[in-house]
Every structure is written in C-alpha cells, then in structure tokens.
C-alpha cells in the first residue's frame, strides 16, 4: 500500500492557462474524491467517483473545471482559463467503499496551485 | 447542507498535558459518521480517529478519544499525554450514512505543543 500520490506538487502558472493535476489512489479503492483547500479553511468537496463513473458533482466545480477517472484507476483534474481565485490546494482522496462501513477517505498530499 | 462548526481557531497544550478540541455540527440525520483528521504542516492529512452515529460507546484511539453527544451534536477530540508530533491543524468532518459520499470539513484547529 503505497498511499494517494498526487503529480504534480506544486504548480505556478500564469491566468489563462491551463492546469491538469494527477491523482493515483490506492490501488484497491473504487472510490476517488476532490476537494480544494483554501488558505486558513477546510477542505471543499469538488467532486466524486466511484470507479469511473463521476458520480457526485459541487456546485464549486465551474465549467472551467473537469475531472475524468477514465480507466478507475487514476484521475486528473482539469483547470482552463485559470484565475487568481483558483488559486489553492487540491486534495485527491480515495476509499474503498466497504458496504455498511465507514468508508474512512486517504488523503494524498495535495497539490498547490499558484495563479499568478 | 450539513455545517461543521470548529469554534477554536487555535488552542495550545503543554507537552504531556491533556487537551481538548471542539466540534459541533448541524445535520437532520440520524445515520452519519464523524472523523478527526489532522494535518500536520506541509503534510497530507491523516486520519485520527472516526466515529459512528450508532455507536453510543465513544472511540478510542491510543491517546486520542472522542466524546460524542448525539443529542448535541458534540464530537470533541481529547489529546492526553500531548506528544510534541501532535502539532498540527486538526479538522473535524461529517458525512452522511446515507446521502452524498463527500466529507463535509469545519474551519480547524491549530494545536501548538509547547515543549
């Protein structure tokens, strides 16, 4: 079990460019999630996947925002035309949805998304 | 929407002491499960310690332990024997036994460890 790994750790880019983030749950995990982590908050649910079907969807999650899980393995998170409010921490988190459990969510480490 | 309210923004504990961090939270559920996660600086989250709204026995992880009151809807952590590795944010989260599969977070707590 090598953890949620997420690529890239960092990433500066300049408003109105497009950002793709990758997310590699736990191998065994049908369940993936998004969430987005602003300065001083909790994390904000984005969206949901169980295997690759996308499943749940924020009202956070603009347009300019697209998750796919195409395989229902790994995930990316798609960023165009990026603003200075995007600017953030992205969260990817999986479980493994056991029936009737708690379905306790791995996080990864994050990452951090500056728009300049 | 579920709320999670987390009404210390920072609390402090002197190594080896016991300290206590609050959360209260808003739901017209009576299925749902409550977490603490921490996340220590520059580094992923991590689980603490869950509890299930069932349950009446509150959980009990090493030096970590919940008192749950439903009734309330209270979930505070209690941190005894503070280790200075308890430094971190901590956040209190909620997700719903039956509806929507996402953790809903409060603001957190900043716990500092003073040696």
């Known amino acids: 079990d090598t953890g949620v790994s997420q690529d890239p750790r960092h990433k500066i880019t300049k408003r109105g460019q497009n950002v793709t983030f990758r997310c590699d749950p736990i191998?065994?995990?049908?369940?993936l999630y998004w969430y987005r982590q602003t300065l001083g908050q909790g994390p904000e649910f984005l969206t949901y996947f169980q295997n690759e079907a996308q499943l749940e969807k924020s009202r956070l999650l603009s347009d300019r925002f697209s998750a796919e899980r195409p395989k229902g393995s790994f995930s990316t998170l798609e960023i165009q035309r990026t603003e200075q409010g995007d600017s953030a921490m992205y969260l990817c988190a999986s479980s493994g949805g056991l029936a009737g459990g708690p379905d306790t969510q791995y996080f990864g480490p994050g990452t951090r998304l500056t728009v300049l | 929407a579920q709320t999670v309210t987390q009404s210390q923004p920072e609390m402090s504990v002197q190594e080896a002491e016991t300290v206590t961090l609050s959360c209260t939270y808003d739901?017209?559920?009576?299925?749902?499960?409550l977490f603490w996660y921490k996340q220590p600086p520059s580094r992923q989250m991590i689980l603490v310690i869950r509890?299930?709204?069932?349950?009446?026995q509150n959980a009990t992880e090493n030096r970590f332990s919940v008192n749950f009151q439903k009734a309330a809807k209270s979930f505070s952590l209690k941190i005894s024997d503070s280790q200075l590795g308890d430094a971190a944010m901590y956040f209190c989260a909620y997700r719903s036994g039956t509806g929507a599969n996402n953790l809903f977070f409060g603001t957190g707590t900043r716990l500092t460890v003073i040696p």
């Open positions: 739901t017209s559920e009576s299925d749902y499960y």
């Open positions: 191998s065994e995990h049908n369940r």
């Open positions: 509890q299930e709204a069932y349950k009446q």
